[in-house]
């Protein structure tokens, strides 16, 4: 029987993501703000041992030799966020002129190696001056990302065909203002709405602000992780259907249907406010593609004891799970896919980030480090995404998480999703078998699988 052939369509877009905190180190350089990742990092336990990104990857200094591993793979792209507080020290007013030159640098050093810039403007690092004044609590940071956003496009528009807004706004504020665990370490029911609105509302008004300065391609990116129930109970599938609606619905239906899904009042309760009607009018806007970050799915079953949702992650049986304690399970991609679609239409979309954190043995051979686990789990998503298009999903590109070992955030350094290694001691990058795996996934455009 002939191997199924996994081409895909004609003019897909292979790339690789990371975050400006996570790798770029040299945090408060060149007249920079402090961020809110920058202050909780070197807040006393906080971070796994101890680590910050005050170097990271070094990736500030070293970026003309990171785009040189970019086209050792034959990207066509890479995501990257700005750090706002480089441009902007304060949030607002003035600009730091040395902070935007080094997002013009890279944007240069890209564009002469063929790879096309994919600039996020938020990925969970807020000015720390922003914060002070409530950050995403306070209804005024609209106009504040608006701001932002208007420096960012006049700066770079010319040169950097697609944007995001956010990244992944329900991390933000599950992590940093229900449970606590992320900058800005808030815990407060009544808090997590408000940020969660006000951060759709300021995505919002970063895309009214490319419409009237920009000349390409717009959108924001959301984490999806599709639910399960984990038995037919009625118990466990209305418990599904509200973890569904918190992590999946919860900023996708402002942005891109103009509501919330009812599940999030049965949630919160008292604590979900009654947000003005004119609201939706700034959340919802069009997009031209939207991103979705895929790492695993959730089996789920009714909790009475777990807070807010009443709904728990069951751990299942015989399957791989990796260092981040996500389960190996590729056709939850292909379901988040179409479920995408049937739910919100055929928005263009791309996989923004997919990825894996295994713990490889340093056992490097002809210059490669092997790593089988995380080589399996890319092969495995890719077919997923292949028949995810045969399915006739809008797919138009992908993105691997990520370029490089990098900083996990409060879990540190130990979790490494990179394609390159990073030895963190001697910033010596080296590829993992998984790179040159994509390698030629992206010069066959997919045949090789
Ligand atoms: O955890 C790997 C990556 C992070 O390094 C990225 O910065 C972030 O965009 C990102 N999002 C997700 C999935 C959402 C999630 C994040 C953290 C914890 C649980 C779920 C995984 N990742």
Redesign the pocket.
């Known amino acids: 029987m002939s191997r199924p052939s996994f081409r895909f369509p004609d003019g897909f877009h292979w790339g690789a993501?990371t975050?400006a905190y996570?790798i770029e180190g040299s945090p408060l350089a060149d007249g920079a703000g402090p961020s809110i990742w920058q202050r909780f990092a070197h807040t006393p336990g906080m971070m796994a041992n101890g680590d910050t990104g005050d170097v990271a990857c070094d990736h500030y200094r070293r970026y003309r030799e990171d785009v040189q591993l970019m086209k050792a793979l034959g990207l066509h792209g890479y995501r990257f966020s700005i750090n706002w507080a480089r441009v902007l020290p304060e949030g607002t007013g003035r600009v730091n002129p040395k902070g935007l030159d080094f997002y013009s640098r890279l944007v240069d050093e890209l564009l002469e190696h063929g790879i096309a810039p994919n600039a996020t403007l938020f990925?969970?690092d807020l000015p720390a001056a922003l914060d002070d004044r409530g950050g995403w609590l306070n209804r005024d940071i609209a106009h504040w990302f608006a701001e932002y956003a208007e420096v960012m496009f006049k700066a770079l528009d010319d040169r950097v065909p697609r944007w995001s807004t956010l990244?992944?706004p329900?991390?933000v504020t599950?992590?940093g203002y229900l449970h606590g665990a992320?900058a800005p370490g808030h815990r407060s029911k009544y808090e997590a709405p408000l940020a969660a609105h006000n951060l759709m509302r300021a995505s919002g008004a970063g895309i009214q602000a490319y419409r009237a300065h920009g000349r390409h391609e717009i959108g924001v990116?959301f984490?999806i992780?599709p639910k399960y129930p984990h038995s037919d109970r009625a118990e466990d599938v209305a418990a599904t259907r509200r973890a569904h609606a918190y992590m999946n619905q919860q900023f996708a239906d402002p942005a891109l249907l103009g509501s919330y899904p009812p599940e999030l009042k049965e949630i919160f309760g008292d604590a979900w406010p009654d947000f003005p009607a004119d609201d939706f009018k700034l959340t919802k806007q069009k997009v031209d593609f939207v991103g979705i970050?895929?790492?695993?799915r959730a089996v789920v079953k009714h909790d009475p004891n777990q807070y807010p949702l009443q709904a728990t992650p069951v751990r299942q049986p015989n399957r791989t799970y990796t260092e981040?304690g996500?389960e190996v399970f590729e056709q939850g991609l292909t379901d988040t896919l179409t479920w995408f679609k049937q739910r919100y239409g055929d928005i263009p979309l791309y996989i923004t980030?997919n990825?894996s954190?295994f713990y490889d043995p340093p056992v490097v051979e002809n210059g490669v480090l092997d790593d089988p686990l995380r080589t399996s789990y890319l092969r495995k998503h890719l077919g997923a995404l292949h028949k995810a298009i045969a399915a006739g999903v809008n797919l138009k590109g992908y993105y691997a998480?990520?370029l490089l070992d990098?900083?996990?955030?409060s879990?540190g350094f130990s979790?490494r999703?990179g394609l390159y290694h990073v030895d963190f001691a001697t910033q010596q990058r080296t590829p993992k078998a998984t790179a040159k795996l994509y390698a030629q996934v992206i010069a066959s455009n997919g045949s090789v699988l």
């Open positions: 993501a975050s996570q990925h969970w990244n992944e329900w991390v599950d992590g992320l990116v984490n992780e970050n895929y790492y695993t981040t996500w980030e990825g954190a998480w990520s990098n900083l996990e955030w879990l979790k999703f």
